[in-house]
């Protein structure tokens, strides 16, 4: 399998995908693929609480599984909402923590669970935030060119809401508002994302907010 993205700002991921090989993806999130990639929809049950996570966690039930039944390789193209981020999940201690919603395929099938966190909640993040878990890459929503930042320890940022995309699972339980009055009179919003180290972080490179 080779994933690479394809433009700038607002990417896309194009997969060329080797005999017998599979990829998944959000439904809905299909550009267009090569005759001799199939497609099988597959029910994410795990029970009445396994359809329930994800529902809460902002993901469908249903999960598109593309594979190569044909001898040669063949192409296809997904996208998200606007660009698209790469995270391989062994380097982010086998899970990242995001916003509900952000997951748009994966090289593998991953786990999708949901967390809910007073602390985001007030930051501005929401109630729920989406876990993800696995192996391989997953791929989620992003805007402009992410950026990354590996934390150390004692080492402490506030972020922007609506510039966070995802964090290390290491992070877990060290995500927390940063009220105060002058992040409000300075244009940022009441609260901060307050995130202490050590882990890994990725940003968005265009902040949307409005005058």
């Known amino acids: 399998m080779n994933c690479k993205f394809i433009g700038y700002d ?16 959000e439904r809905g999130s299909l550009i267009y693929l090569e005759k001799g990639i ?20 902002g993901e469908s039930i249903i999960l598109v599984v593309y594979k190569n039944t044909s001898r040669d390789s063949k192409k296809m193209v997904v996208a998200g909402k606007g660009g698209m981020l790469s995270v391989n999940l062994t380097e982010m201690e ?10 748009v395929a994966s090289s593998q099938q991953v786990e999708v669970d949901f967390k809910i966190s007073l602390g985001s909640l007030f930051s501005g ?12 890459t997953v791929f989620l929503d992003s805007i402009g060119s992410p950026t990354r930042i590996d934390l150390q320890y004692g080492q402490i940022i506030q972020v ?37 180290g050590p882990g890994i972080v990725y940003i968005n490179s265009v902040n949307l907010r409005t005058p």
């Open 125 to 136: 993040l929401g109630l729920v935030l989406q876990k993800i878990t696995g192996n391989g």
């Open 38 to 57: 199939e497609r099988e929809m597959r029910v994410l049950q795990n029970g009445v609480w396994g359809m329930l996570k994800r529902g809460v966690s």
């Open 160 to 196: 922007d809401e609506g510039s966070l995309i995802c964090t290390s699972l290491s992070l877990e339980g060290k995500i927390q508002s940063s009220m105060s009055a002058s992040n409000l009179f300075s244009g940022e919003g009441f609260s901060l994302v307050e995130i202490a």
């Open 10 to 25: 607002l990417k896309c991921l194009e997969v060329v995908l080797n005999t017998g090989e599979e990829f998944f993806a």
């Open 94 to 103: 086998g899970g990242i923590l995001c916003k509900k919603g952000y997951y």
